[in-house]
């Protein structure tokens, strides 16, 4: 099969948050960034069994500057065969499945993944519009993913308080969640190894954004912790009955 | 107008639908325009979303669309809202408005923002906002394309009955045949889903194994609440993965949150701090989590947990 996996770099959950002085940007200084856990652990794994089972290459595309480098790099140290990144600061969730969609279109793959959100926008839209742009099929909360033949596949996804069971033919748009796979590690050689793969810089095709970031601003912050003696639960009882009014 | 696409399930409305024509009520007013609520596939109480402010609702009856398939949905709805000429497309942020959403915004070629939790402001620019960053950020919007899509992040306004049953007329859309063969569909039957549940009760590690959990159960009976747990727990199968919140599990915003014998590492709180009440209860002083708590208990979880079953019991009789 020939599979295209979408890999993003998000901030580390525990990583702290600050803005620019304008506070229109994350300030990156001292931010720990990581590939996004549902393309790497999930999608990408995913994809690569399917290769090991079925034959075919594995290519990564990101959309993103040259410091992105280094998370597209451990993908193919995972063991992907080759990426590419569309040289841009994506600034809208169109803009970036506008460009993966320019790139696909011309290159015809079986199978576009890409995991079910990003950890840090949680907007679970890209894959959505991908298939839109391209005219795809789009599965998406995939949890299971079968295929024999690598044309026909069955598909367990997560649907609100249960699963469903679906059916598709190549080619499709898959998002991928939490079962999925099992993450991998990369190995030494295949760190050596991915340091002479191919890793192709395009630049982004025009696109108008239509949505922007204005800017940021944190949360209020929250009140200290009311603490109630263990043996009084009568009072917590009472505390969220009339003060929380969550009872 | 505001055209709300109002998810069933085997026909029957829900919350999160009345929480998305709240939603699309509301930006109707800011916008001082009307809003319009659409029904895909087999629905039994469409004109009830009248009561949150659809001023009619538009039914596309199509006895396929009872099988879900974003391409066919984002199809029909682009079709809706041309045929309407709305300016502000809202779903919600679920499974199925996820799904939707995105297919939406490139069909359309309109402006998006997903899981949005406050009404639009329109002065200046249309604005929206949304959390970011697990919780430790908000992130204001423009959008600027003529139409608009936006998807509601559930449990983040209360659905307000504002009018009475809405009149319900025949939308006429002609439904392609799906690429997407569903097999088949399983609920979990007879509990509120984590994702729209207002009540839930957690339990993680500190609960030392799975024979122990009646004490959590017999609390979220008492409560009408839902049962999670944390991420260690489920991943060693004390409790089945279903019940996982947190980063890589469901998210979740009830109105209350009880955790119990749970540290709060930051991953897990990723998934829950959009709760509006938290309640931890847990050993160890230290525990990470007390700081994203309202209320804290520190004691033996075995004695805390049937004091407090006890205590709610109590307070149930006596209402």
Redo the contacts between chains.
């Keep these: 099969m020939k599979i295209l996996v979408c890999v993003s770099k998000t901030p580390d959950t525990t990583t702290k948050i600050a803005f620019n002085a304008s506070n229109t940007e994350l300030d990156s200084n001292g931010v720990q960034y990581i590939m996004n856990p549902y393309d790497e652990w999930y999608a990408l794994v995913r994809a690569l069994e399917l290769k090991e089972a079925l034959g075919g290459t594995v290519t990564l595309i990101n959309v993103g500057p040259a410091d992105n480098d280094q998370v597209i790099r451990k993908g193919l140290a995972i063991g992907a065969d080759d990426a590419v990144r569309i040289d841009m600061n994506p600034p809208s969730a169109l803009n970036v499945a506008f460009q993966i969609a320019e790139h696909a279109r011309a290159e015809s793959y079986d199978l576009i993944l890409l995991g079910k959100e990003t950890i840090d926008y949680n907007g679970s839209e890209i894959g959505a519009m991908i298939a839109e742009y391209l005219d795809l099929p789009f599965v998406s909360y995939a949890t299971k993913l079968d295929t024999s033949d690598g044309k026909t596949a069955t598909i367990q996804r997560d649907i609100e308080g249960g699963v469903e069971e679906v059916e598709v033919d190549a080619p499709f748009v898959m998002s991928a969640a939490k079962g999925l796979a099992e993450q991998r590690i990369p190995n030494m050689k295949g760190i050596m190894m991915a340091k002479s793969k191919a890793l192709k810089v395009v630049t982004p095709a025009a696109f108008e954004d239509k949505a922007v970031t204005v800017q940021y601003t944190l949360p209020p912050a929250k009140s200290a912790v009311k603490m109630i003696a263990p043996e009084n639960m009568e009072e917590l009882v009472k505390l969220l009955h009339e003060e929380a009014k969550v009872i | 107008m505001v055209l709300v696409f109002a998810e069933s ?1 085997k026909g029957n409305f829900k919350k999160t639908a009345f929480e998305a024509v709240t939603y699309g009520y509301k930006t109707a007013q800011v916008l001082g325009t009307e809003c319009v609520a659409l029904a895909l596939g087999t629905a039994h109480n469409a004109a009830d979303l009248g009561l949150y402010g659809a001023n009619k609702v538009l039914h596309v009856a199509d006895a396929t669309l009872d099988q ?4 066919i949905y ?1 199809k029909v709805i682009a079709e809706a809202s041309q045929q309407v000429g709305a300016k502000v497309i809202v779903l919600s942020h ?3 408005g ?10 359309l ?7 949005v939790n406050s009404i639009p402001t329109a002065d200046g620019g249309f ?1 929206v906002k949304k ?15 003529e139409v608009k899509v936006l998807s509601v992040m559930g449990n983040s306004l209360q659905p307000a009955v504002v009018g009475s049953a809405a009149p319900v007329e025949a939308l006429a859309i002609a439904v392609p045949a799906s ?10 039957e007879g ?1 509120v ?4 549940a207002e ?1 839930v009760v957690s339990a993680g590690r500190g609960m030392k194994g799975p024979e122990n959990w009646g004490i959590v159960e017999d609390l979220a009976n008492v ?1 009408g609440a839902t049962t999670a747990c944390s991420r260690p727990v489920a991943d060693v199968h004390w409790r089945p ?1 279903h019940e ?1 919140v947190g ?3 469901i ?1 979740i915003r009830p ?2 949150y009880i955790a119990i014998g749970i540290s709060g590492a ?2 897990h709180l ?1 998934g829950v701090n959009n709760s ?2 938290i ?2 209860i847990n050993k160890d002083p230290e525990a990470p989590f ?11 979880l075995f ?2 947990v049937p ?2 079953t ?3 019991k ?2 149930k009789a006596a209402e």
């Design positions: 399930q879900f398939d974003s391409q984002a679920t499974s199925t996820k799904s939707v959403h995105g297919r939406l915004a490139a069909r070629g309109a402006g998006s923002v997903a899981g604005k959390g970011v960053f697990s919780g430790k950020a908000i992130a204001e919007y423009e959008i600027k394309s690429r997407v063969k569903v097999k088949s569909v399983s609920r979990i509990i889903p984590l994702p729209e009540l409560l993965h996982h980063q890589t599990g998210a109105n209350l930051i991953q990723a509006k009440t309640v931890v007390f700081k994203a708590a309202d209320y804290g208990v520190v004691g033996d004695e805390v004091k407090l006890e205590a709610f109590q307070f």
